[in-house]
């Protein structure tokens, strides 16, 4: 180790010191704030996600109060619900999900997975950070502005988001897109360094269809962002421009309460494809990370080969293309041509094929395997029967005609949180206890774990499983209440009211892991190198917890894929990726290593 | 306990429970009141074939945890592929996902095409209420322009369009239609977005301003129905309610009779507040006043 750090002597680095030796950061500030360290740049990204996402979680609170007990809060009016509705969805898709799967898990794991040393650009993966903060903070900055953020709904379809009819008309909304163009500016650095770095820094050995699934996941996802944020961006700059200098790119004649305005000639649906075109490889941005991550957890956890790894990349693949072609199944009911109906119909259901076969190896990986149910691996399973779930019920959706009675009612919120919203974070928790000991070298504390995982798992269903029924009914979403409506029974809500119980209940639960989170850092168990005795390299680093540049002096040689899980005649349950094919079995490891260790050689 | 059987039982209460929810819960759509039994069929295929295979999977599981949980010995199977099986499970997939598509396909061509017998209405939408007009006796809705809307002219109505003189037009009342005569809604917005939805019809559509979308349907029983908007309108949106009263065709012809015309209205508006109408107006309202009288 003394390769890696310098004495006092060499403080003016002689030209034989590696490349690697030159960059590591020499002060407290670039080694913890302004750092270029991808590890650090992901925690940062993780724990700046985490704290905004709180926030969004606060206003989950806010509206179910509203919805279970109408009647009870005089200080939530109807626009401050839909404030708070609008909000938490735009935090939680964008800068909750999207930045933690991305921007963390995708800096953390990324070069660790693929034996680089870092991103190729470390430099401007740290700028992707401090773009990404600011855009949160201009964010956060219209909770305090005149007016309040924007009640438009996440999907900021104009013209209500912009007219004085919805809240934050002012200067939310100016916020809020202002926001969203500095996110993707963001995103953009730190999505070009993923791509690059899975296709140019890859250590030797490891060929694309070696690749853990994690990082096929995130690198598919990736490109699909680069792809898909430049429609939002240029909507969000065409609907400020409508906002600030009256263009109408979105905007046609309107009268708005008896008065005409200044606007003609504009198309509203054009917002609406430009969003869409965006938001539905969106949702894939969020769930091909999850897909991966989900695969490597089950495959660790059940010591079984991931099933059909080459079909699981080609489904990857094939999602995140056909992700391209199904952005109008939104808008069924928008007033498009119905024509259109027709394909967007197809392209659809095409697509729940690949992700059914993904769904199919996750079970069969099970099957005939060697499972423990560690919390990473219950969290996996967790997600595989809410992903189901949300997923079925996506097919409903998927289809125009059940589409049309059931577009925006509470059937599309269950849908879509199920589908979106608890199954990724159900993979992100699963994920959080699997790599924590990599991140800090100690365990979380499994009591405190297996409390988080019950109560979110179980009551997460039962907010969500009973709230599609309440859109069969034909609840409308985003009302702030239902008032006395005929064909609504009292007992709708009393339903209201239990899914508001335990909404808290589940919010509560995740304070407990906040704390697990915390705690664990400084008193939970040495885990030990590799406690889960993974194949993957991420493992296999010479410094446990890994240090800047990853890999010491020489970067890993790659001779297998990544599930060489109980591999017959091995005389261990798993081989790590870079274990040399002479050192499979103790009787050759020993004619090599004097001290037989279990260990791969590095 | 065994940890993989307390796992595996949890899992079959979750396929389970939700399969007894499914069929107890008092929560399920509202009686029919269109001739749109198709779009439920549809949705009861798809429970069906969506529900087998939710239940099979989750049950699939919960075998797999109890039977192959860890114990002092277990080696899992090292088995990277099945190509055979892979591809009997594509196969399966694509027959049920193609059950699914075909009918909702055909289904949906019917949505989209308005027969030829059906009535044109009208349903306009603003923050945050509903209005409605009807073509008169000559059938034919007179066209209408943003630019024409104010005070006196609450629908934009064209004023020199002698189609829209004998429109009818309800404004904070109820839309009436008779039963069991297919109907084209035509639906256009003065603002922002709006979505004309009344759950027992099944059937609805977004409303755009400087658009005019459509849908339509046929209404199958007797009774007053709530219209709800739903699509996101602004802080009224909750509280933008109306009614549908569909009716027996005489008890309709009855109502529609007693329903004011456009060139009624701007007759009013024009002896009320003469002063403020354009020439243009005041002379095609007075015109079509006469007309009115006439008929």
Redesign the interface.
């Known amino acids: 180790m003394a390769f890696f750090v310098p004495t006092e002597a060499e403080h003016v680095a002689p030209a034989e010191v590696a490349d690697v030796e030159l960059y590591h950061p020499k002060s407290w500030w670039t080694r913890y704030i302004f750092c270029q360290d991808a590890k650090v740049i992901a925690i940062q990204y993780a724990i700046t996600a985490g704290a905004i996402g709180l926030v969004a979680l606060v206003l989950s609170w806010l509206m179910r109060l509203q919805l279970g007990f109408p009647d009870s809060f005089s200080f939530i009016d109807p626009g401050d619900y839909l404030q708070f509705i609008t909000m938490h969805g735009m935090i939680m898709v964008i800068y909750l999900l999207t930045a933690l799967f991305l921007g963390g898990f995708g800096n953390y794991l990324i070069p660790l997975m693929v034996g680089a040393r870092d991103m190729v650009f470390p430099y401007v993966n740290m700028l992707s950070y401090w773009v990404y903060l600011l855009a949160v903070l201009v964010l956060v900055a219209s909770f305090f502005v005149p007016g309040g953020p924007t009640g438009a709904g996440w999907t900021l379809y104009p013209p209500q988001a912009i007219l004085s009819g919805t809240p934050g008309a002012e200067w939310g909304i100016i916020l809020m897109l202002v926001s969203l163009a500095l996110f993707i500016v963001g995103f953009t650095m730190g999505g070009l360094n993923y791509v690059v770095t899975v296709l140019q820094a890859r250590t030797r050995g490891m060929t694309l269809l070696r690749m853990p699934l994690t990082v096929w996941g995130i690198f598919v996802a990736t490109i699909l962002a680069l792809l898909a944020f430049p429609a939002l961006f240029v909507g969000a700059v065409m609907m400020l421009l409508d906002r600030i200098l009256e263009t109408s790119f979105f905007m046609p004649a309107i009268v708005e309460m008896g008065e005409q305005l200044n606007y003609a000639g504009g198309n509203p649906l054009l917002f609406q494809h430009l969003f869409w075109f965006f938001g539905h490889p969106e949702v894939y941005i969020v769930a091909l990370p999850g897909f991966g991550i989900v695969s490597d957890l089950i495959s660790t956890h059940a010591r079984r080969n991931i099933f059909g790894y080459r079909m699981m990349v080609w489904a990857i693949v094939a999602i995140g293309a056909l992700s391209f072609l199904v952005w109008a199944h939104h808008m069924y009911v928008s007033g498009m041509n119905p024509w259109f109906g027709f394909f967007f119909a197809t392209t659809t259901l095409v697509i729940a094929v690949p992700t059914a076969i993904k769904v199919y190896n996750w079970v069969l990986t099970l099957w005939r395997g060697d499972i423990h149910l560690t919390l990473p691996m219950l969290f996996a399973i967790a997600f595989i029967v809410t992903f189901v779930n949300g997923g079925i019920t996506g097919l409903f959706l998927g289809n125009p005609v059940v589409d049309v009675p059931l577009s925006d009612t509470m059937f599309v919120v269950a849908h879509f949180h199920m589908v979106m919203g608890v199954a990724p974070i159900l993979v992100i928790f699963g994920a959080i206890y699997h790599w924590y000991p990599l991140v800090t070298g100690r365990m979380l504390n499994e009591t405190l774990g297996k409390f988080h995982f019950w109560v979110t798992f179980l009551g997460a269903y039962l907010i969500y499983f009973p709230m599609h029924y309440l859109g069969f009914l034909g609840v409308p979403r985003r009302y702030f209440e239902m008032g006395e409506t005929d064909f609504i029974p009292q007992s709708a809500q009393t339903l209201n009211e239990f899914i508001t119980v335990v909404a808290l209940i589940v919010g509560f639960a995740q304070l407990v892991f906040l704390f697990n989170l915390v705690w664990s850092a400084y008193k939970g168990r040495v885990s030990g190198r590799n406690p889960w005795r993974a194949t993957t390299l991420e493992w296999q680093t010479p410094d446990f917890p890994p240090r800047h540049g990853n890999w010491g002096p020489t970067q890993p040689v790659v001779y297998r894929w990544a599930y060489d899980y109980s591999v017959p005649g091995a005389d261990q349950d798993f081989l790590p990726q870079n274990l040399a094919p002479d050192q499979v079995t103790a009787d050759n490891r020993h004619k090599d290593l004097p001290d037989g260790a279990v260990q791969p050689a590095e | 306990m065994n940890?993989?059987l307390v796992?595996g039982l949890?899992?079959v209460l979750?396929a389970v429970g939700?399969v007894v929810?499914h069929f107890l819960?008092?929560?399920?759509?509202?009686p029919l009141a269109s001739n749109?039994g198709?779009?439920d069929d549809?949705?009861i295929i798809?429970f069906w074939?969506?529900?087998v295979?939710?239940v099979a999977?989750?049950l699939?599981?919960a075998y797999?945890?109890f039977r192959?949980?860890?114990k002092e010995g277990?080696?899992?199977?090292?088995?990277?592929?099945?190509k055979k099986?892979?591809w009997w499970?594509?196969g399966l997939?694509?027959v049920g996902?193609v059950g699914?598509?075909a009918p909702?396909?055909l289904?949906?061509?019917q949505?989209?095409t308005v027969p030829e017998e059906a009535s044109v209405i009208e349903v306009v939408g603003?923050?945050?209420q509903w209005s409605f007009r009807y073509p008169g006796k000559d059938g034919v809705l007179g066209t209408s322009?943003?630019?024409n809307?104010s005070?006196e002219n609450p629908f934009?109505l064209n004023p020199n369009d002698p189609n829209g003189q004998d429109d009818i037009l309800i404004e904070g009342d109820d839309l009436h239609l008779p039963l069991d005569r297919p109907v084209k809604v035509l639906?256009r917005s003065?603002?922002?977005?709006h979505?004309f939805?009344v759950?027992?019809f099944?059937?609805?559509?977004?409303?755009?301003?400087?658009?005019v979308?459509y849908f339509w349907f046929t209404p199958t029983r007797v009774g007053?129905?709530?219209i709800?908007?739903?699509?996101?309108?602004?802080?009224?949106?909750?509280?933008m309610?109306g009614y549908v009263v569909v009716e027996e065709e005489s008890a309709y012809q009855e109502w529609l009779q007693e329903q004011p015309t456009f060139a009624q209205l701007s007759g009013e508006a024009r002896n009320g507040t003469g002063d403020v109408l354009n020439p243009v107006l005041s002379e095609a309202a007075a015109d079509s006043a006469e007309r009115g009288s006439v008929q």
Request: aromatic share 16%; glycine share 8%; proline share 5%.
């Open positions: 940890k993989g796992v949890v899992l979750v939700s929810f819960s008092p929560w399920w759509w509202t749109w198709y779009i549809m949705i798809t074939i969506t529900g295979v939710f999977i989750i699939f599981m797999c945890v192959y949980s860890h277990r080696r899992a199977a090292y088995e990277p592929e099945n099986m892979e499970l594509t997939t694509t996902v699914m598509l909702g396909v289904v949906w061509g949505f989209i603003q923050q945050w322009d943003p630019q809307i005070f934009g639906l003065k603002d922002v977005l979505d939805y759950p027992q099944r059937a609805k559509m977004d409303m755009v301003p400087g658009m979308t007053t129905f709530e709800l908007c739903a699509e996101l309108c602004g802080v009224g949106h909750y509280a309610r």
